[in-house]
């Protein structure tokens, strides 16, 4: 049984940073790729971020680009979003996500196995 597990949310102050953590277990994702979305209230679920679990090749939204960085730890099967410069527009909760490769476009409804997220919130 596929698990993905997010941690590392919480409350941050504008400017600051935080590291998210999924935990991937049940399966082997060397075929996968990992991603990161976000939704707030009233939102449509957005792409964030996504890494290829064996090629460790890199996509990022323009939004975030710059600021967040994806990266991932084979012997801990664990996947890191590491969000810096963080700003009050991005107070979402944060998901991970998984999807068997290729991907042509990294859209919400493609993605195959989903966590059940982790709650930030930008603010002083």
């Known amino acids: ?4 597990v997010e941690s590392g949310g919480g409350l941050v102050q504008p400017g600051g940073s935080l590291r998210l953590s999924c935990e991937a277990s049940g399966r082997t994702f060397s075929g996968y790729a990992m991603g990161w979305f976000r939704q707030g209230p009233g ?25 967040f960085t994806v990266s991932k730890d084979n012997a801990k099967n664990t996947v890191y979003l590491q969000m810096n410069k ?15 490769l290729p991907v042509s476009d990294y859209d919400a409804n493609g993605m195959d196995y989903w966590g059940k997220g982790t709650l930030v919130t930008v603010s002083s």
Do not use: H, M
């Open 43 to 67: 939102k449509e679920r957005e792409f964030v971020a996504a890494i290829a679990w064996a090629s460790g090749l890199t996509y990022y939204s323009d939004f975030v680009r710059g600021r």
């Open 86 to 100: 963080l700003n009050p527009d991005d107070t979402n909760v944060y998901y991970c996500a998984a999807t068997i």
């Open 1 to 4: 049984q596929v698990q993905l």
